[in-house]
């Protein structure tokens, strides 16, 4: 690129050591003290200047390389090493919170401290491989801006980790029933492109006489695990605190339950697809069930539920063996 071929050491430089930060976020932190002390709004608020301060520095960057002509390699030199800087400060801030604020917390934030460091590298890397000027840089600029303003809306506690985490699974969940329940209404016939094309639909496309019984009580246990979520987020965001370390390591442990969730929905539901293999939906189906007592009594163990919810706890766990001994009894 024309800008300056002396400024290739710096770029270079940067990129290493930003590649080199997101490699140890990813290994681990064993190297690292624990921060003994920590204000949970002044910790966010430094976290949110900071992604801020890379938002601009960005921008900065991105402004100087967008005509010709393009910036000195002294120039060069400062932005770069002002914009390395800020993101390491951010790295720096991560380590910064302590372990003890939830594990589920430290693994979101991370997630977001690793892919907005990402971004940043790919956007110097656009500029290094001459993209300068181009609709590229402006692009890669704006993915930048859009994973800064992440880090307003990014959890500040274990409990609105756990919140959006069981937000999400709950539209995992939500999708895998609207698509077999789609399934249903047009009797299992599943359009592929190449039987389209060539006319040509098989009885395995649809689902047998035996095959539709089943489906009632699978498609039921889906459905309460769609239930178990919508009871547990609500519980959660009533009743759930974030005083104690024991409060908050509950978080962890129900967040270990919650993330197996919707991989079971999805494993149960592709083995109901046509043709339907019963051993599968008897397996994976007790797999799911299994997954659902587990959450249940890690609920009902938590400080999130109380003497209220013992009703619809009981409730959901007997509709979890109601529909598991009807699939056991049609898969025998």
Known sequence: MAYCRHSENVFNDVIDHLGLAVSQLRDGESDHAENTYYTKDEYWNQIRNISLSLSHDVTLISMAFSKTPYPTPEAVTKMLSKLEMTALTLVSSFYMLPKTQGLLLRDSFKKSTIELIEKVNTFIKSIQTGSASSPEMLYKTGIVWEHSDFFSSQPKDNKQAIVDLMRVSMGLIADALQELEQGVTENGQFDDIDDIMVGDHCNEDEWSEED?????????????????????????????????????SQYDDLADHVKKLSPAVDQLGIALYPPMGHRFVRAYSEHLAEILRNFLNCLRSSHVTDEDDKQWLEFLLKAVEHNTEKIHGLTD
């Open 212 to 248: 539709k019984t089943l489906l009632g009580p699978s498609q039921g246990l889906i459905k309460v695990a769609n239930h178990v979520l919508k009871e547990a987020l609500k519980t959660t965001m009533k009743n759930g605190k974030c005083d104690t370390a024991k409060q908050i």
